[in-house]
């Protein structure tokens, strides 16, 4: 499985106003949930994750994640900040692009593959470029399924 796979255009925000890292983990845990309870737990996820260590990747890309999920489904969003945004990242580069991932409580193998996968896939500049320059859903889905296809000819 590829992030490629679980992404869909209803799970991707465009010019995403940033005001606090709470804030940015209750729109992930809305986009990715089903119901309410599911968002509670989502966002749970999200903040205990990530007081374990920051998310970020580098280079204005984080990927916050959590194991939350009751069903074996793994959920993953987009979102594009409007502007940079502090994010405490790593390497203290505000943070344009957001990947949301939701995983299962029990994972496995092939889920610790896509994180592995998608954050080598995130941390491409050339694909980081593309996302930020992005003005549609349809090409922020375009710019990303090239950035795979171009990561996979490096493989």
Same mark, same amino acid.
């Given at each position: 499985?590829?992030?490629?796979?679980?992404?869909?255009?209803?799970?991707?925000?465009?010019?995403?106003? *940033?005001?606090? +890292?709470?804030?940015?983990?209750?729109?992930?845990? !809305?986009?990715? &949930?089903? $119901? /309410?309870?599911?968002?509670?737990?989502?966002?749970?996820? =999200?903040?205990?994750?990530? +007081?374990? !260590?920051?998310?970020?990747? !580098? $280079?204005? %890309?984080?990927?916050?994640?959590? +194991? @939350?999920?009751?069903?074996?489904?793994?959920?993953? @969003?987009?979102?594009?900040?409007?502007?940079? #945004?502090?994010?405490?990242?790593?390497?203290? %580069?505000?943070?344009?692009? %957001?990947?949301?991932? #939701? *995983?299962?409580?029990?994972? $496995?193998?092939?889920?610790?593959?896509?994180?592995?996968?998608? #954050?080598?896939? *995130?941390?491409?500049?050339? =694909?980081?470029?593309?996302? %930020?320059? #992005?003005? &549609?859903?349809?090409?922020?889905?375009?710019?990303?399924? +090239? !950035?795979?296809?171009? @990561? $996979? /000819?490096? &493989?």
């Amino acid at each position: 499985m590829k992030i490629i796979d679980i992404l869909e255009e209803d799970k991707m925000i465009l010019n995403h106003h *940033f005001i606090s +890292k709470k804030r940015l983990f209750e729109t992930i845990a !809305g986009l990715l &949930s089903e $119901n /309410n309870t599911e968002s509670l737990d989502i966002y749970h996820s =999200l903040v205990n994750r990530e +007081k374990l !260590g920051n998310t970020s990747l !580098g $280079n204005g %890309v984080a990927l916050p994640h959590g +194991k @939350c999920l009751t069903d074996n489904d793994i959920r993953a @969003c987009v979102i594009k900040m409007s502007q940079a #945004a502090d994010y405490e990242g790593i390497d203290n %580069v505000p943070v344009n692009v %957001v990947i949301g991932i #939701a *995983f299962p409580h029990a994972t $496995n193998e092939s889920h610790r593959m896509l994180m592995k996968e998608t #954050a080598f896939l *995130f941390r491409q500049h050339r =694909l980081y470029k593309s996302i %930020v320059l #992005a003005e &549609s859903k349809e090409q922020l889905t375009d710019e990303i399924l +090239k !950035g795979f296809q171009l @990561c $996979n /000819n490096l &493989s």
